[in-house]
């Protein structure tokens, strides 16, 4: 995984709440043996509409999506993830997220940060009123800055520190667990027998 | 303190615990299906990893498969590749697999059940969202995405922060007229979609504690639809009735012993949860969904609602492009909403018992004009035992269609579809838009609705069907 410090981004204002991951990438597209490839269906059946914000330059170009509450939401398929980030998005804002969707994120190297309904809010008029305008979300600091001057807006995002540092140091979570394997075995020594075996 | 029952099955599956990192969990039994395990696989090969304990993982071909011709190769070729994809890795891998045509196969939340892999005090996972229908047993059971696939495969943990305790005390008893289903999308509608995140939520209560095991397995299956983390209800007699003679069931001595531990998983009467919420379920009538979320719904007796009698603004928006997608018009009665097809089955109520209240209800009827139903059983054992018990012949004499199993038209992504403006009543678990077809709109409802609204044409209870003749 790539190490994730700081990341500056067109962003785009998505105006929905509870954008479950059947919307994100519908189901047929899940059939795909691979991780890269979804770009074409993230959000394939709203993207079908011209005025779709994502149909729109300079909004194509973004990197910085910001949502409104319960993102995520639904089935656990990873493509979403994969959608967005094939796309080219780093950073996905939203005041809510799904559990599952959140942990993936923090496996594939999306940063999802949590920052205030209001902050969303203040993005998505700032982002409306100034198409093209980037978005700056710092890992180190955790926080996330848009515009200039007394409008600036600033303000700090949640993430948990373990998701933190493993993004900052973009490490493999599998080689972390392994470097317990003898934690693991003596668990498994002290397993009841009467626990089922599917062999 | 004492605990409650969720933090007695984790605190003895920590393997280790180590201040600001998150719990590393042991993983009892681990699931696969086609969709989501691909990349997994491919993840330990690059890496030259083998699956730690292929004995406590179980494959099954469920998602993309069709219900019918099944003596045929899968038409479609995207799907086959996938699912000969995950019949070349199980091989590889030493994976036990129930593939298409085998007597075990079947959707991977009814098989584990059924095969009594799924017990009391486990924590179980899946790549798929779905997998909170196991706690019904009372373990710990929750999806997972497809690197924590790839890393259960590789070291048979999984790196999980302590969630938030939630109970939900469902207070009464539930009428004659609802179910367990009506139960829990009533919950859903009253807590709405974010209402569970960050909890794993115990079902209790004595209308809980009289439901069977197939009923909890529908409430514990729709956990995820409020955003719960998992869901779990204390294991009892009824649970030790339904696993005892299973294939994978503990037999003998370990019976006893595994009973003795399983009467030990209840929360304690000082256990602190964080939170608690209360449904009384003597008010439950049957429920059904309107909008494009699982928390969007009303009783039956009810109409679409206005999107302006909505105080959030968000609530209110999302409503409005509810009706517009669902092309429904604010204050319609809900029994007045024509449907064109009824699906019964998925992981949510594609069990036996669903299939038998399906066959009783529709016996001696017949299926409205210019509406279909769809009965899919949950596995291939569910098909056989209702066959033996001649509900499949009771389904097809009024009209239905009877089919193979599968998740079939739960999500769309096998050839069992709506086509865009389709109208669908159904006893699965999500109404997203085009979650089962593209255009396509769901009402979701119980297996009782569901027949009462295929033999009518509209949305309806078993109350509004008509008396027949010499019963």
């Known amino acids: ?199 | 303190m004492g605990r409650t029952l969720a933090e007695k099955v984790w605190d003895d599956h920590v393997v280790r615990s180590h201040e600001g990192e998150p719990d590393l969990l042991f993983i009892d039994l681990h699931l696969i299906h086609e969709v989501t395990s691909p990349q997994a696989f491919d993840g330990l090969r690059l890496a030259g990893r083998q699956v730690r304990r292929p004995d406590l993982t179980l494959a099954t071909e469920d998602h993309n498969i069709p219900t019918t011709d099944l003596d045929k190769p899968i038409a479609d070729i995207v799907s086959r590749t996938q699912v000969e994809t995950l019949r070349r890795n199980a091989e590889e891998f030493g994976v036990r697999l129930h593939p298409m045509g085998d007597i075990d196969q079947g959707i991977v939340h009814v098989v584990g059940p059924q095969l009594g892999l799924t017990q009391p005090g486990m924590t179980i996972v899946c790549g798929d969202s779905h997998t909170a229908t196991h706690g019904a047993f009372g373990s710990i059971a929750f999806g997972i995405g497809t690197s924590e696939v790839e890393h259960v495969l590789a070291t048979q943990t999984l790196s999980q922060a302590k969630p938030k305790m939630m109970a939900v005390e469902v207070t009464g008893e539930l009428p004659p007229d609802a179910t367990a289903k009506d139960l829990i999308l009533a919950l859903i509608a009253q807590e709405t979609t974010g209402g569970g995140q960050g909890y794993i939520v115990e079902y209790r209560g004595e209308a809980i504690r009289k439901l069977s095991m197939e009923a909890r397995m529908t409430i514990c299956n729709m956990s995820i639809e409020w955003g719960a983390k998992a869901g779990l209800i204390a294991p009892d007699q009824t649970t030790y009735d339904y696993l005892q003679g299973r294939p994978n069931a503990p037999k003998g001595a370990e019976w006893d012993a595994a009973v003795a531990y399983w009467d030990t998983l209840v929360s304690d009467d000082d256990a602190q949860f964080d939170k608690v919420v209360t449904i009384d379920a003597s008010t439950v009538a049957p429920f059904v969904t309107w909008g494009t979320n699982p928390g969007q719904g009303v009783p039956l007796s009810a109409s679409v609602p206005d999107p302006e009698s909505f105080d959030d603004p968000i609530q209110r928006e999302a409503a409005q492009k509810a009706l517009t997608y669902m092309g429904l018009t604010a204050g319609t009665p809900m029994r007045d909403i024509k449907v064109d097809t009824v699906f019964i089955g998925s992981c949510t109520n594609g069990r036996i018992e669903d299939l038998r209240v399906a066959a009783k209800l529709i016996e001696g009827r017949k299926v409205a004009e210019d509406t279909r139903i769809l009965v899919v059983p949950g596995s291939v054992r569910v098909r056989l035992q209702a066959e033996e018990e001649g509900l499949d012949v009771i389904f097809k004499e009024a009209g239905a269609e009877w089919r193979g199993a599968g998740c079939s038209m739960c999500l769309g992504m096998n050839p069992d579809q709506l086509t865009p403006g389709e109208r669908s009543a159904s006893t699965s678990n999500r109404n997203f838009e085009g979650r089962q077809g593209k255009g396509g709109r769901t009402h979701l409802v119980s297996p009782d609705v569901a027949v009462a609204t295929g033999v009518l044409g509209h949305l309806a209870s078993p109350a509004d069907l008509p008396e027949m003749a010499g019963v």
């Open chain 1, 1 to 199: 995984m790539e190490k994730f410090t700081s990341h500056t981004g067109v962003g785009i204002p998505l105006r929905r709440s509870n954008v479950d991951t059947d919307q994100i990438i519908p189901a047929h597209w899940l059939k795909k043996v691979t991780r890269d490839g979804f770009e074409d269906g993230l959000f394939e059946a709203w993207r079908k509409d011209p005025d779709f914000i994502l149909n729109k330059s300079p909004y194509d170009r973004a990197t910085v999506l910001v949502a409104g509450p319960d993102f995520g939401t639904g089935s656990s398929r990873e493509h979403a993830v994969w959608a967005l980030q094939n796309y080219g998005f780093k950073v996905v804002l939203s005041s809510r997220f799904a559990d599952i969707f959140r942990g993936n994120s923090g496996k594939s190297g999306l940063l999802a940060a949590q920052v205030d309904d209001k902050v969303i809010q203040r993005l998505w008029e700032y982002l409306e009123s100034n198409p093209g305008a980037t978005v700056t979300v710092d890992l180190e600091s955790r926080t996330v800055k848009a515009g200039e001057g007394v409008d600036a807006i600033e303000d700090s995002f949640t993430i948990d520190d373990y998701t933190r540092w493993r993004l900052l140091e973009g490490l493999d979570d599998v080689g972390i667990t392994l470097s317990h394997a003898d934690d693991i075995a003596a668990y498994e020594a002290g397993r009841p027998s009467f626990k089922p075996a599917t062999l």
